[in-house]
C-alpha cells in the first residue's frame, strides 16, 4: 500500500481526525499489526474492535479509525461506521490507481476462474489476485489496499448472500472488466429466485465503467438474456454461438484439451485438470486476456500452467483408482458438475461420496433431493451418502430406481464400505460443503489403501 495522511483518509470517509499522521498499511486484525499501519476497529457479532485499539498502538500502528468515544493513546480517525468506511477507504485508494481490474462474480466456479484468469492476467501484468475467501465488504477491502504503485492488473472476486452486497462491493473495486461465470442456486433462500440471484449479480454494472466489457457466459439460461446499453456485452460458451467457443473437447489422463474460436482466430488449449466446468472456466479467462491485449498463444501457455488448490477439483490416483476431490464448497450447481465429471472419466465403476450442500435454507431438501436425481441422469455406479441432509440425496437416486445406494450414520461405516467396493481402474467423486469435513473419509481411504 502507497501512504495516506490521516487528513487524506478522514476526509474520504467523512470523519475527523485527532492529529495528522501517516500510515502505510490498514489492518483490521491485531495479530496482523505492521508498524505503521492504521487499525480500523470493526464490531462483529463475537467481538468488538475498539477493544483492541490500544493494543494496536502498542504494537506500533500510527492511528486508528474508531466510532465508539473511547479513549485512545495515540492519533485516530473517528467515523459513524467503521465498516462502512473501510469499504469506503478502499474505494478511495482504488481510485488513485489506473489499472486494469477485473470484477469477478458467479454462483458457482468464481475461484477457479479467478485462478485462471489471474494466470493469463499475470502473463502480461504484475497483477494481484483474490486471496482466500477475502471477497466481501471486509476481506474485499484488505485486497484493494494492496495495490500499490508496481501492481500493473487486479483480479477481483466478488461474493454476496443478498441484495445491495455486489453493487458496493463493485462501487469500491471499479473493475475494467465485468465477469459473471453463471447463475445458479446459491444462495436462492435471501434472493427468492434464480432470477433475484441474477439481479444481484448485475449489480457489478453499477461500479463497471461505462462501455467496458461485460463477459458472461452464453451457455447459462439466464445469462444468455443480458444486455446492456451502457456496456458492450460478449459471450463465452460451448454450446451456443458465443464470441469465445470451444469446440473439439477431449478430457484425457487427467488433462482437457480445447479449440477456442474467437472474432475470426483459433487457438488450442491444454488446461491440467478434467471437466466441463473448467473449460468454462478457462474459456472465461481467455476472454479477459483477449480484452487485456494478452496474445492467444501466451494466455494458452499460462492456462497450462493451473494448478487445483486444496480439494478444489483435484484429481489423484490412489492404488490404482481415479479420485476426484472436490469438498471445498457444494451447491446443487457445482454437484451436477462433479457428477458430470466423474460420468465423463474413463473407467470402471463410477462411485459417487456425497454429503450435506449448506446454506441452502428451505430450498435445502429439494436440492439434495435433485442431486439424488442427477447420480441416476450421470448412471453413477454407487452412491454413498453421509450427512443430515443427505438422505434426501439417497431418496432421489432411489426415486429414479438407482441400484446401490447407501446412507451412512457416520463416515466411518461409509469408509468401510467404500473400501469393500472401490477397486482398480474405479473412478470415485468427494463432494460436499467444506463444514462437512469430507476429507476425514478421504483421508482415512487412502491411508487403508496405502497399507
Given at each position: 500500500m502507497e501512504k495516506l495522511k490521516l487528513s487524506e483518509i478522514a476526509q474520504a470517509c467523512g470523519g475527523t481526525f485527532s492529529e495528522e499522521a501517516e500510515v502505510n498499511a490498514v489492518c483490521i486484525d491485531t495479530r496482523k499489526i505492521?508498524?505503521?499501519c492504521l487499525f480500523i476497529c470493526i464490531k462483529g457479532e463475537r467481538f468488538d474492535g475498539h477493544q483492541f485499539a490500544g493494543e494496536a498502538i502498542e504494537k506500533g500502528a500510527s492511528a486508528v479509525m474508531i466510532s465508539n468515544d473511547i479513549q485512545v493513546s495515540g492519533a485516530f480517525i473517528k467515523v459513524d461506521d467503521t465498516a462502512k468506511a473501510l469499504l469506503t477507504l478502499a474505494g478511495y485508494y482504488?481510485?488513485?490507481?489506473?489499472?486494469?481490474?477485473?470484477?469477478?462474480?458467479?454462483?458457482?466456479g468464481k475461484t477457479t476462474t479467478k485462478e485462471f484468469t489471474h494466470l493469463v492476467v499475470n502473463a502480461k501484468y504484475n497483477s494481484i489476485k483474490?486471496?482466500?475467501?477475502?471477497?466481501n465488504e471486509i476481506g474485499l477491502p484488505q485486497m484493494l489496499f494492496q495495490i500499490n504503485n508496481d501492481v500493473e492488473a487486479a483480479v477481483i472476486e466478488m461474493g454476496m448472500n443478498h441484495f445491495g452486497e455486489i453493487r458496493r462491493l463493485a462501487e469500491a473495486a471499479q473493475p475494467t472488466i465485468a465477469l459473471i461465470t453463471n447463475i445458479g442456486v446459491s444462495h436462492i433462500e435471501n434472493l427468492g429466485s434464480r432470477e433475484g440471484i441474477l439481479k444481484a449479480k448485475l449489480e457489478m454494472l453499477e461500479g463497471l465503467k461505462e462501455n467496458a466489457p461485460l463477459i458472461l457466459n452464453g451457455d447459462n439460461d439466464l445469462l444468455s438474456t443480458v444486455k446492456?446499453?451502457?456496456?458492450?456485452?460478449?459471450?463465452y460458451g460451448i454450446n451456443c454461438d458465443a464470441h469465445f467457443k470451444a469446440e473439439h473437447i477431449n478430457e484425457e489422463n487427467g488433462n482437457t484439451e480445447f479449440t477456442v474460436r474467437y472474432f475470426g482466430k483459433k487457438q488450442k488449449i491444454s488446461i491440467p485438470v478434467i471437466g466441463i466446468h473448467n473449460v468454462?472456466?478457462?474459456?472465461?479467462?481467455?476472454?479477459?486476456?483477449?480484452?487485456?491485449?494478452?496474445?492467444?498463444?501466451?494466455?494458452a501457455n499460462a492456462l497450462s500452467c493451473y494448478k487445483p488448490e486444496g480439494m478444489r477439483q483435484k484429481s489423484v490416483v490412489k492404488n490404482g483408482i481415479i479420485c476426484i476431490e472436490d469438498c471445498y464448497n457444494a451447491s446443487p450447481d457445482s454437484m451436477r458438475a462433479a457428477l458430470q465429471t466423474l460420468s465423463s472419466t474413463k473407467g470402471n465403476k463410477k462411485i459417487a461420496v456425497l454429503s450435506d450442500m449448506l446454506e441452502l435454507g428451505d430450498y435445502s431438501e429439494k436440492?439434495?433431493?435433485?442431486?439424488g436425481e442427477m447420480c441416476a441422469q450421470f448412471h453413477v455406479d454407487y452412491l454413498l451418502c453421509t450427512g443430515t441432509d443427505a438422505k434426501y440425496i439417497a431418496d432421489g437416486a432411489e426415486s429414479k430406481n438407482l441400484e446401490h445406494v447407501y446412507m451412512f450414520e457416520s463416515k466411518s461405516d461409509l469408509t468401510d464400505k467404500l473400501y469393500d467396493i472401490a477397486e482398480k481402474g474405479d473412478v470415485i467423486v468427494f463432494k460436499a460443503s467444506r463444514g462437512m469435513h469430507l476429507e476425514d473419509v478421504i483421508s482415512e481411504i487412502y491411508k487403508r489403501w496405502e497399507s
Open positions: 505492521t508498524k505503521g482504488r481510485s488513485k490507481f489506473n489499472i486494469p481490474l477485473v470484477g469477478l462474480t458467479g454462483s458457482v483474490t486471496l482466500g475467501n477475502l471477497n446492456s446499453d451502457k456496456h458492450k456485452v460478449y459471450f468454462y472456466n478457462a474459456l472465461a479467462a481467455f476472454a479477459v486476456g483477449y480484452f487485456l491485449g494478452v496474445d492467444g498463444t501466451v494466455s436440492a439434495h433431493f435433485s442431486v
